[in-house]
Structure formats: C-alpha cells, structure tokens
C-alpha cells in the first residue's frame, strides 16, 4: 500500500513551458486534492475533486488544470510557467470529509 | 483574508517538557479542527483532530483543546521529545464546502536536549 505517490521529486522549469504534475492513490479514496506550499505559508489549495470526472477550483487556481479520469489519477497541468509558480505542490486524498493523507511533495522552480 | 491563524512561526521547548502550539480562526462556520506535523521534504501527516461538539481530544501525548467562544484551539504535547521537532499545521473544516480544509500557516517546534 503506497499511499499517495508524486511525480517528479523535483523539477526545474523555464518561463513558457509546461508540464505535468502527476498523483496517484492507491487507497480508493473519492476525494483529491493539490496544494501549494511557498515558504513560510500555509498550504494553499489549487484544484480538488470528489470523484471522477468531477473537479472544482480552490483558493489558487489561476494557471493551472486538472482531470480525474479515474479514482486513483488527479495530475497537475502547468500551462506557461511562472515564477510566481516556483513552489512546493502536495497532493492529498481523502476517504470522506476530514483526514487528508498527503504525497511527498513536487518541489518546483520556474527561472 | 488569513481565516486560520498561526501567531508563532517558531517556538523552543526543552525536552520533557510541555509544548503548547495555538490556533486562532474568524469563520464562525468551522466545526471540525485538525492538527498536522510536517517533517522537512516530506507531505503533512495527520495528528489529531476535533469536533466543535467537544472542548478536548487527548491521544496519547498529545491533546488538542477548543475554545469555541474564544474561536481558539491549541495542541499540547507532553512530554516533549526530540522527534516531535517538525512543523505543526492547523486546519479548519467548514459545515458547507465541507470537502475542503483551511490551513494555518504553520509553528515550527524545535525540542532542545
């Protein structure tokens, strides 16, 4: 049981480009979620979804996308990088309303 | 508008001791409370939560109290141990949107020898 497993560690973008931030569960849970983490603030959320094919915005959302073609996938879409985009990205999950259980983390720098 | 505060960014504590992390919120809304430990380079980790129907929740070392009057709550752990060192998040749980949680912006504790 893995949890919820992120992909890259790390990244270093250039303004303009784009990728893809990838999470995946392994525990079934219908609730899914980014956020992002700059430093000395609290985590800030993007995107979350309650199930498949059903996502909504967070308190961040500009720039970037989200699908969740299945249970366990909820990746990450950076379109035109930033460097107001250089951040700490988590992914979480959720079986119901309360306890998140978190990935490791993607840190990102855009230059 | 910062509805989940964190005063302290940081706070010692010599091992042994009673650590006191405090959590201050504005949404009248919140009823469910959770505390997170972040270690460096890795994800959040679930500590221990809180319904507003109650004013204390213990789990071994570590019991969280709420003051929904005060809209205040706070993490004490006792003993202190040095692995206790890492960053504690406060989260918040509204009724409606119920989905979503509101993170403070967290206390660094660091636990002295």
């Known amino acids: 049981n893995a949890g919820v497993t992120q992909t890259p560690k790390f990244r270093i973008l250039k303004i303009g480009q784009s990728m893809t931030l990838q999470c995946t569960q392994d525990m079934n849970h219908n609730y899914m979620y980014w956020y992002r983490q700059d430093p000395g603030m609290g985590l800030k959320l993007i995107y979350y979804s309650v199930g498949a094919g059903i996502t909504d915005k967070g308190e961040v959302p500009n720039g970037y996308n989200v699908s969740r073609s299945t249970t366990e996938d909820f990746p990450l879409r950076l379109e035109l990088a930033a460097p107001s985009q250089t951040s700490v990205y988590f992914c979480?999950?959720?079986?119901?309303?309360?306890?998140?259980?978190f990935g490791p983390g993607t840190r990102l720098t855009v230059t | 508008d910062q509805q989940v505060k964190q005063n302290s960014p940081s706070l010692s504590v010599q091992e042994g001791r009673i650590s006191i992390l405090n959590c201050d919120y504005t949404?009248?809304?919140?009823?469910?409370f959770l505390w997170y430990k972040k270690y460096p380079a890795e994800g959040p980790t679930f500590l221990i939560s809180?319904?507003?129907?109650?004013d204390k929740n213990e789990d071994g070392r570590f019991t969280v109290f709420l003051n929904k009057s005060a809209k205040h709550l706070s993490l004490h752990i006792v003993p202190s141990q040095p692995g206790d060192s890492a960053v504690y998040f406060c989260a918040a749980s509204a009724v409606l949107g119920n989905e979503k949680l509101t993170f403070g912006t967290g206390t660094r504790l660091t636990i002295i020898p």
């Open positions: 809180i319904s507003s129907i109650k």
């Open positions: 949404n009248s809304m919140f009823d469910y």
């Open positions: 979480a999950s959720s079986p119901q309303r309360y306890e998140q259980y």
